[in-house]
């Protein structure tokens, strides 16, 4: 029994060890995006309130000192790294008085619910597409599904969206082709989110599950007389599947961001446009503020994918 425990034990103490140590890279990687984003959107030419009014010189010189900007700027960064210890991204120098948390508070759920129902159709319908493609090899269904990933790969988003409003919401009249109200204002700029996700999915889950068809440890349990059905669920997809994990966490990070081009056709009020507007304006808190905010979901989305490769491959919990 204590042998036991003392096994069981030292699994707890490997597992702590190891989210400890990925929680510090994580924490540290967020340091570096910061210091560098920091000193790259310093050097960009010219003054933010100059941007706004050319004309007005003094006023611009009295703002530069106000937001503490004609400081040195070792003395901006270790103020700019104290606020950030508090997540307070500070206020926005195009848009006086507004905070970039009160814009990231107020747009990002926007964004999150449009990347969500995105992530959730468009994965699961890429996967699908990929291992119903790989099974049918050479059959019309794979070559349909080839025909669709390189479509949707060459043509780019804005035609995509462009022709989904032309044919749903002008002569259809289904989907409303623009706006933010209600569900049905989702669906399209949904779509067109997902149709890169499911070409992405389905082109690599079915060359996965060809390679992994391939494997000795396949051709042994057909030898047992496994049923197909219960080799492609249990063996040929859980192996196909794990390296789709990897990449999970850039693609949900990278929609989350949101995509300017998309919520700038179907006018969704999401944080995207302000990626733009912000660097266009020389609006130094906002541009970086968002920076930082985008760096700590992409590297918290994967930290979170370190830990699901842990629980869906068992080997990793071996090692």
């Not at 003392?6 to 190891?18: N, Q």
């Not at 340091?31 to 050319?54: K, Q, S």
């Not at 499911?198 to 007389?225: N, S």
Request: hydrophobic share 50%.
């Amino acid at each position: 029994m204590s042998l036991l425990s003392s096994v069981s034990w030292k699994g707890w103490d490997s597992m702590l060890r190891y989210i400890l140590r990925r929680f510090l890279i994580s924490l540290a990687t967020v340091w570096m995006i910061a210091t560098i984003c920091f000193f790259l959107i310093r050097m960009l030419p010219g003054n933010p309130f100059i941007v706004a009014n050319p004309l007005d010189m003094t006023n611009a010189e009295r703002l530069m000192d106000y937001y503490g900007l004609s400081d040195p700027l070792w003395q901006q960064y270790v103020r700019f790294l104290g606020n950030l210890v508090h997540l307070d991204f500070g206020y926005s120098l195009a848009h006086p008085g507004r905070s970039v948390n009160d814009v990231i508070i107020q747009y990002f759920p926007v964004t999150a619910q449009l990347a969500v129902q995105a992530i959730l159709f468009g994965i699961p319908t890429g996967i699908l597409l990929g291992i119903l493609s790989a099974y049918r090899r050479g059959s019309g269904l794979d070559y349909g599904t080839q025909m669709l990933t390189i479509l949707t790969t060459a043509i780019p988003s804005y035609v995509l969206a462009a022709l989904l409003q032309l044919l749903f919401s002008v002569q259809l009249h289904w989907f409303p082709a623009s706006g933010w109200k209600n569900f049905s204002y989702t669906i399209l700029p949904t779509i067109c989110l997902s149709l890169g996700l499911i070409a992405g999915y389905c082109r690599f889950m079915r060359t996965l599950m060809l390679e992994v068809g391939q494997q000795d440890y396949l051709r042994t349990a057909k030898a047992k007389g496994l049923s197909n059905i219960r080799i492609i669920v249990f063996h040929q997809i859980r192996n196909a599947i794990l390296p789709l994990v990897t990449n999970l966490g850039l693609e949900i990070a990278g929609l989350l961001m949101g995509s300017y081009v998309i919520e700038k056709i179907f006018s969704v009020p999401g944080l995207g446009k302000y990626f733009v507007t912000s660097i266009n304006e020389l609006d130094y808190t906002m541009a970086l503020g968002l920076v930082v905010f985008q760096a700590v979901v992409v590297v918290a989305a994967n930290f979170l994918v370190d830990l699901l490769y842990g629980i869906v491959d068992p080997r990793v919990k071996v090692a």
